[in-house]
T-cell receptor, first 114, second 114 residues
Framework: DGGITQSPKYLFRKEGQNVTLSCEQNLNHDAMYWYRQDPGQGLRLIYY???????QKGDIAEGYSVSREKKESFPLTVTSAQKNPTAFYLCASGPSGGRYNEQFFGPGTRLTVL | AQSVAQPEDQVNVAEGNPLTVKCTYSVSGNPYLFWYVQYPNRGLQFLLKYITGDNLVKGSYGFEAEFNKSQTSFHLKKPSALVSDSALYFC????????????FGTGTRLQVTL
């Protein structure tokens, strides 16, 4: 899983609560990404950031928010507006502008809404 | 818009036999193609990538992939499967000019049996 850490590994949330998932990288990568993984649907991009203090919506940003105040950190908040948040969340990083470069993934956080 | 298709949800193969996991893609420009592997409750690990040049790309753990532009395919192969290769495999594509976004297929589960 390289130099990317995600915490917690498992997270339980009551309906109506906001929760924040942590992602930290020590690879000196400019770009960071959040994906959601559901069975049979592959990975879907939630948000991505190519540089500090800037980020863009991915394909399924509704109900999520992010910040990028430091190069190393890209936390994801799952808000109460996200209707079906139970999923496996993966954070990734990579060199910015690096079309040729692969992304490196963290170990993931499994979120369950009770 | 770029897209990836993995037509098989699951591939079953006996240990020692060759394996193929299929992937086809759709892009409007030149494709950059990637294969990743995911073990249960873990992040994705990079296997190999095609950027340009030789159509046969060699990667980690004895895997290789063949790029076929006319068939828009990038199938993953291994001459002799191991039980430890059993995992979920994802194909991904990035299009020329696309910022840093990867589009993933839905994944193919490889089951290798003795």
């Amino acid at each position: 899983d390289g130099g990317i850490t995600q915490s917690p590994k498992y997270l339980f949330r009551k309906e109506g609560q906001n929760v924040t998932l942590s992602c930290e990288q020590n690879l000196n990568h400019d770009a960071m990404y959040w994906y959601r993984q559901d069975p049979g649907q592959g990975l879907r991009l939630i948000y991505y950031s190519q540089i500090v203090n800037d980020f863009q919506k991915g394909d399924i940003a509704e109900g999520y928010s992010v910040s990028r105040e430091k190069k190393e950190s890209f936390p994801l908040t799952v808000t109460s507006a996200q209707k079906n948040p139970t999923a496996f969340y993966l954070c990734a990083s990579g060199p910015s502008g690096g079309r040729y470069n692969e992304q490196f993934f963290g170990p993931g956080t499994r979120l369950t809404v009770l | 818009a770029q897209s990836v298709a993995q037509p098989e949800d699951q591939v079953n193969v006996a240990e020692g036999n060759p394996l193929t996991v299929k992937c086809t893609y759709s892009v409007s420009g030149n494709p950059y193609l990637f294969w990743y592997v995911q073990y249960p409750n873990r992040g994705l690990q990079f296997l190999l990538k095609y950027i340009t040049g030789d159509n046969l790309v060699k990667g980690s753990y004895g895997f290789e992939a063949e790029f076929n532009k006319s068939q828009t395919s990038f199938h993953l192969k291994k001459p002799s499967a191991l039980v430890s290769d059993s995992a979920l495999y994802f194909c991904a594509v990035r299009e020329t000019g696309t910022a840093s976004k990867l589009t993933f297929g839905t994944g193919t589960r490889l089951q290798v049996t003795l």
